[in-house]
């Protein structure tokens, strides 16, 4: 050791914890004041709908498949001409995540085929009962926009799903 | 002699009112204390860690402590089945009755109009103050070591016996510190003690007096970087891992009312007591009368507090022997040469009558040595040789033994490869 090592650097140390003490500290006062997350920040899931409102989820289950805290339970319905929810042919009857197994990965977002499943920023998830932390379908449907209809309904946007998928001007 | 029987003369005779008050006013002071003291080390040792800290309850956070103290009390009162009951409930008292009691001898200023009547602002003055200020803290060794035995638990135990070890240990250094105090003062009594150093403190004169005195304040109160009784990753908490709700408290006020204590009596020893900081008083002539030394006091005090945070904001916890090589191998020793040395001084000032001050000059000195021997820390125990080096599982050693300080910047070894690695196309890529 050299004597720098001996005899200054035992005292270095305090001039570290005294100088921080009169800089800004980094706390953001949460409770009082939210910040906004990062765009891209991993929070409440949401099922999205088609301009008419319409649900985007087709009930195929991939989400359930990638989840690898196994946090999502699907069951699909088929659409029929009267009762129609989805453009295709199914529809997702029964959607729950469970909040307290889910780990906000991602990992469904990106096995959504239909852009049905995204995140929101919405981080505040806190609740005290099991069953209010399994969220249900109509927990996680996004709200209805104007010029949306509430299903069941028939397609208002064109003949069959492609319509909603792939509108005019995009090669099919 | 006869100064310091005129001292003492001012005592004794206080009314049983102004006793009163005065006691009350000393254990109110000693709470309030307590509650600023968590709140302001909690503050500061955030503002460390580029935090904020408590600042929610009341002004600034300031009930921060009061909300917490009350949590506690409400809490379940355990006490485990193995538990010695009876010495189980007098341990934490006995921890915090002598915390309160060595402020008695604290000199908070000089003699004032309170209330009426002239009395100086302390409730009670001994000649032999501050051996008795040394007796009361050890008692208050007796209720930790009794809680960790009383508990029937062996975190508990070990806890307590780690204290037991460590608070003895650490008297002995501090009442060493506190020698050369004495033999330059010429009395025990902590107003006499205050009024010798109307001049120049005994924490200049006799520097590694205080130095020796100041590190070993911290050892006796149990705070980091010596708080090895209540390691928390080491032994839960210590000797009150068994101890909850009100018990608990007690010993949490025992801790905060200790500390204020050995600051208090580290004020009064080497700090000029009441005394107004750098010869402000002659300046102004009424800074050193009335209720005024109040203020320098507290604010000395204040300033002992803040230097105990700031220790446990910088420094991690000493291993256990490391910790007893410092109190025995290097305070106890230095503050026994540094007692020669003042003797000596002492001697040779009173026979040729020259200014005693002048013992600050071999303190400048020893301080020096002293903060050398500190500083420079134990040598490095010699590291043992393997045998088979490199071989599995052991990876070799590097060159000239375990690497010490900062490590060196990485460098990734360049090894002249004889095969290029052949360059991949696109289409194989893909």
């Known amino acids: 050791m050299t004597i720098k090592e001996k005899l200054w650097d035992p005292v270095a140390g305090f001039a570290v914890t005294f100088t921080t003490q009169f800089k800004k500290p980094v706390t953001e006062q949460y409770p009082f004041q939210k910040e906004p997350t990062a765009p891209r920040f991993h929070g409440r899931h949401q099922l999205n709908r088609h301009p008419d409102g319409l649900e985007k989820c087709v009930g195929c289950e991939l989400c359930a498949w990638a989840c690898p805290a196994d946090a999502i339970y699907v069951e699909g319905a088929e659409n029929t001409d009267e009762v129609r929810y989805s453009p295709g042919e199914r529809y997702g009857r029964v959607y729950q995540i469970n909040y307290l197994r889910c780990i906000l990965c991602g990992l469904c977002i990106e096995a959504c085929p239909t852009r049905a499943l995204t995140m929101t920023n919405e ?46 001007g995009i090669v099919r | 002699m006869t100064a310091m029987h005129e001292n003492l003369a001012a005592f004794g005779h206080d009314p049983w009112w102004v006793v009163v008050i005065k006691v009350v006013l000393i254990f109110a002071v000693c709470v309030l204390l307590t509650l600023f003291n968590i709140w302001w080390e909690r503050r500061v040792v955030a503002r460390m860690q580029h935090r904020i800290g408590p600042n929610v309850h009341g002004p600034f956070g300031l009930l921060q402590s009061l909300a917490d103290g009350v949590k506690l009390a409400l809490k379940e009162d ?66 930790i070591v009794l809680g960790g035995w009383a508990s029937g638990s062996t975190y508990s135990l070990l806890g307590g016996l780690r204290s037991s070890a460590q608070m003895i240990s650490y008297e002995v250094a501090m009442g060493l510190a506190l020698v050369a105090v004495f033999l330059y003062s010429g009395s025990l009594s902590t107003s006499a003690i205050v009024a010798a150093q109307g001049n120049l403190w005994f924490g200049l004169v006799l520097m590694p007096s205080f130095l020796i005195y100041a590190i070993s304040m911290v050892g006796e109160t149990n705070r980091a970087p010596f708080d090895l009784p209540e390691a928390e990753g080491e032994l839960v908490g210590g000797f009150h891992t068994e101890y909850s709700s009100l018990k608990f408290a007690l010993f949490f006020l025992a801790e905060y009312v200790n500390m204020a204590t050995v600051s208090a009596i580290a004020t009064t020893l080497f700090l000029g007591g009441w005394h107004v900081p750098f010869w402000i008083d002659h300046v102004w002539a009424g800074a050193n009368t009335g209720y ?67 013992v600050a000059v071999p303190a400048v000195l020893f301080t020096v040595l002293m903060l050398v021997v500190l500083l420079r820390g134990p040598k490095a125990p010699a590291l043992p040789v393997f045998e088979n080096q490199g071989a599995y599982p052991t990876p070799p050693m590097p060159a000239g033994g375990a690497v010490r300080g900062a490590a060196a910047p990485l460098a990734v070894p360049v090894r002249p490869s004889t095969v290029s690695a052949p360059a991949r196309s696109i289409e194989e890529a893909s």
């Open chain 1, 123 to 168: 981080y505040e998830l806190a609740d005290d009962s099991r069953e209010s932390l399994i969220y249900q379908k109509q927990d996680l449907l996004a709200p209805l926009q104007p010029g949306m209809e509430q299903p069941p309904h028939p397609m208002r946007l064109g003949d069959d799903e492609q319509d909603y998928y792939a509108p005019e």
């Open chain 2, 78 to 143: 355990l006490t485990p089945i193995n538990a010695d009951k009876v010495v189980f409930v007098i341990a934490p008292v006995l921890a915090v009755v002598p915390a309160f009691v060595t402020f008695s001898v604290i000199p908070f200023g000089p003699v004032v109009d309170f209330f009426g009547h002239h009395t100086p602002l302390q409730l009670t003055d001994l000649p032999v103050a501050t051996l008795f200020v040394m007796a009361i803290a050890s008692i208050g060794i007796y209720g």
């Open chain 2, 292 to 358: 005024w030394p109040v203020l320098w006091f507290f604010l000395k005090l204040f300033g002992f507090i803040w230097v105990f945070i700031w220790l446990r904001g910088s420094l991690p916890r000493l291993r256990y022997d490391q910790f007893m090589a410092l109190g025995w191998k290097r305070l106890i020793p230095l503050a026994l040469v540094w007692i020669l040395v003042v003797a000596v001084v002492r001697v040779v000032a009173l026979e040729n009558s020259f200014d005693p001050h002048w």
